[in-house]
């Protein structure tokens, strides 16, 4: 059963928002691409016998927690995910840092899940506070010198401690192919370095230390057996870069860290199931794209903003924005979406969004319940501040009354809203958001009858950027 909530209401107006009719007019067609999605493509890409239009059809994403969660019933120790458990539970005694290197859907995921389930100072805690979980950096997605050269420093460095296991790191490299200039360029560096840094123990350890995630094939696969890496996990067939989040490319970071995989996967599950069986006017992922396709096409709303209420979801915003502007933006449609951090971004961009251009729709991620216990403001002897007035009050009260006094002058300007009601942050939670938005995103691809698959625009940069190398 999911936990996720979706109110729409702020999206309801005559004179700036769409109608009840708006979106019930959309049903039939969403039923059938339902259908489609669920029945069809799964037999297309079963059989093989994919229509010009549909390829690439990576809709493996949609199965794929079901499937791997099978796969580990039936075979704890051998399946992809009972491999993943073994290589978590037991590097964390060797090392005490991991280098994540990939780039766009092959980071991004783990990035979000690490900031959204984890202390946001978990990089900084003793080893004893992480419970010898490692901490965990991400590259390999840029080709930034001082970035780059930072982090290599920053791992010579190792932990606060004296053994063994502070003084050296991992390599997570994840790359279908192996052949992305950022990441295969990042990765022969920290590769260097950390061979370099093993000394005598190179042969020994480097199989250990360097985990790759890439296909059944090429450069990264045959590097990975030229290295003789004792564990390859795979980017599975059938799955795009920016839907592999619920894959090895996602999974293993997160078990690296301690985080309850299984629950993850659970999460994913029960909104695959949610969107099988709902009926329209209850399910979650229909109305989230009935009411944002009709505000872009009737309202013009080409913008669609991801107001996240907590820091813990900005790189979760992040994720969602590669996922909906490669997969959607093609073919002169889809809209543009922008990830902000309130109350932060309201002293940065709320002027413009609330009285700009007026082509914005703002869809809310608030979380209801935190980890910690409500801070008070506090009664002061010292009362400059004018805060006395409110010393009863705790952080999320003013964080729900900047929620509640956003959405009235947004609404007040003639600016729509909804709101995606999250619980509480964890794994299960998270399992729901990737696998929800990830669905939203191919039925309103489908909606708007391009493919949400593939991106033909960023093989372009990529030529272009070889050609500039001289190769």
């Not at 290197?101 to 980071?107: A, R, T």
């Not at 401690?161 to 990441?183: C, F, N, P, Q, Y």
């Not at 913008?303 to 933006?329: C, P, Y």
């Not at 889809?334 to 961009?349: C, K, Q």
Request: glycine share 10%; aromatic share 6%.
């Amino acid at each position: 059963m999911i936990s996720l909530r979706f109110d729409s209401s702020g999206s309801f107006d005559s004179e700036y928002g769409i109608s009840e009719s708006d979106i019930v007019s959309l049903e039939a067609d969403f039923r059938k691409l339902r259908t489609e999605m669920l029945e069809t493509d799964r037999v297309m890409y079963d059989s093989g016998e994919i229509p010009r239009a549909k390829n690439p059809l990576d809709a493996r994403f949609l199965w794929l927690p079901e499937e791997t969660l099978e796969g580990y019933e039936k075979d704890r120790e051998g399946s992809e995910l009972g491999r993943i458990f073994k290589v978590a539970n037991s590097i964390h005694d060797e090392i005490d840092a991991v280098a994540v290197l990939g780039i766009g859907g092959s980071y991004m995921g783990a990035r979000a899940m690490m900031e959204a389930c984890c202390d946001p100072y978990h990089n900084e805690l003793s080893r004893g506070a992480r419970g010898s979980k490692p901490r965990m950096y991400f590259e390999g997605n840029n080709v930034d010198n001082d970035a780059s050269a930072s982090l290599l420093h920053r791992l010579t460095l190792g932990g606060s401690g004296d053994t063994l296991a502070e003084k050296r790191h991992a390599i997570v490299v994840i790359s279908k192919s192996g052949g992305t200039m950022e990441t295969a360029v990042a990765f022969r560096q920290f590769l260097q370095a950390l061979e370099d840094g093993l000394g005598s123990e190179s042969k020994e350890l480097l199989p250990r230390l360097v985990i790759p995630v890439t296909g059944a094939s090429g450069k990264l696969f045959d590097l990975a057996g030229s290295i003789g890496c004792q564990e390859v996990f795979s980017v599975p067939e059938g799955v795009g870069g920016r839907f592999s989040v619920l894959s090895s490319v996602g999974v293993l970071p997160a078990a690296l860290l301690g985080l309850d995989c299984i629950r993850l996967l659970e999460g994913a599950v029960a909104m695959n199931e949610h969107f099988r069986t709902a009926p329209f006017e209850e399910n979650l992922v229909m109305q989230y794209v009935a009411v944002n396709h009709q505000l872009s096409k009737i309202r013009n709303k080409t913008i669609r903003v991801m107001s996240v209420w907590t820091k813990a979801l900005e790189s979760f915003g992040l994720w969602h924005d590669q996922l909906l502007a490669e997969s959607n933006g093609k073919s002169g449609v889809g809209v543009t979406p922008l990830t902000t951090v309130n109350t932060r971004d309201l002293h940065s961009r709320h002027q413009q969004h609330q009285q700009g251009l007026n082509d914005k729709v703002f869809n809310n991620l608030v979380v209801e319940s935190y980890r910690h216990d409500s801070l008070v403001v506090g009664q002061s002897a010292r009362n400059q501040d004018g805060l006395n007035d409110i010393a009863g009050k705790t952080l999320p009260d003013i964080m729900n009354a900047a929620i509640q006094g956003t959405n009235d002058a947004l609404h007040a300007d003639g600016r729509p809203t909804t709101d995606l009601i999250i619980p509480q942050l964890d794994t299960y939670t998270m399992g729901q958001l990737f696998q929800m938005l990830m669905i939203a995103t191919v039925l309103e691809g489908r909606i708007l009858k391009i493919n949400p698959y593939g991106q033909p625009g960023v093989e372009q940069y990529k030529s272009n950027m070889n050609r500039y190398l001289g190769r």
